[in-house]
């Protein structure tokens, strides 16, 4: 599914209940994260909808290395798009199946049900087909004059060591990818909230890196994986700290 100006000019494509964005700017278009690699088609067709092409691409930014935001990396990369990622991250970028989350992975669907359909979903999209690939550049942090759209990058470990959040400041809106989702795959939970300890490396960390976030002014919050959330990112903060970290068995 495509959807166009979830902000002005930012577009979302939302695949196996993940999420990537295509931002227009001054020179060109950003691409941040590539859930699948069959994600490709929807963003040809997205392009061809915007009256784009690929040659208007010029960089894709990994916010993190787990394969479900890797995907079409690599092919971009073959296609002549330099590929960005923060260098703590450049390992599991390499190697999208490498991480090594708090708790095991599998552990989860059996003690939270509502899981099931949406990793069932991811699986289908592509989830276990995803091929590495070794970043150009390494994500600074602050502004990407590189880049259209004016992106800023955020260091927000603890999801992954080299997680970072993208700041759209013109457009008063954030893309947090895992570092705060609305829609938790390994629990089916839906809300502001951190990632399960199946997939986040240091759940303390994670919900400690948001407090960087609270004071941006974004209106709104674009996530890796959920609907957008539309009341702030301050707001979306205090309620991911409220949810806390979820336990096996709490459902």
């Known amino acids: ?31 941040v994260d590539a859930c699948y690699p069959s994600t490709w088609r929807m963003l040809e067709t997205c392009l ?17 290395g787990h394969f479900d935001h890797v995907g ?12 960005w990622a923060h260098r703590d991250d ?6 999208p199946y490498s991480y090594r989350p708090e708790r095991p992975r599998l552990l989860y669907p059996l003690t939270h049900p509502r899981a099931v359909p949406v990793l069932t979903a991811m699986v289908a999209a592509g989830a276990l087909r995803v091929p590495g690939v070794t970043p150009d550049h ?8 590189e880049l ?10 603890g999801h992954t060591a080299g997680e970072c959040v993208v700041v759209l400041p013109d457009r008063s809106a954030v893309l947090t990818s895992d ?19 199946a997939a986040t490396h240091d759940c303390q960390q994670a919900l400690a890196s948001l ?41």
């Open 1 to 31: 599914m495509i959807k166009f100006d979830v902000v002005p000019g930012v577009h979302a494509l939302v695949h196996g209940y993940t999420n990537c964005y295509v931002i227009e700017g001054v020179g060109g278009i950003t691409l």
């Open 48 to 64: 061809a909808q915007l009256s784009r092409s690929l040659q208007d691409i010029r960089g894709l930014i990994i916010t993190h």
């Open 72 to 83: 079409f990396a690599a092919r971009a990369q073959r296609s002549g798009i330099p590929v």
């Open 90 to 95: 450049f390992p599991i970028v390499r190697h």
């Open 138 to 145: 390494e994500l600074p942090a602050g502004p990407l004059a």
């Open 148 to 157: 259209p759209g004016q992106p800023e990058i955020i260091h927000t470990p």
């Open 179 to 197: 570092a705060l989702v609305t829609l938790d795959p390994y629990t089916g939970r839906r809300g502001p909230r951190i990632i399960a300890p």
């Open 211 to 251: 407090d960087a976030l609270a004071a941006l002014d974004a209106d709104v919050v674009l996530t890796g994986h959920g609907i957008p959330w539309r009341h702030g990112i301050e707001s979306a903060v205090r309620a991911a700290h409220a949810n806390g970290i979820p336990r096996l068995g709490h459902k």
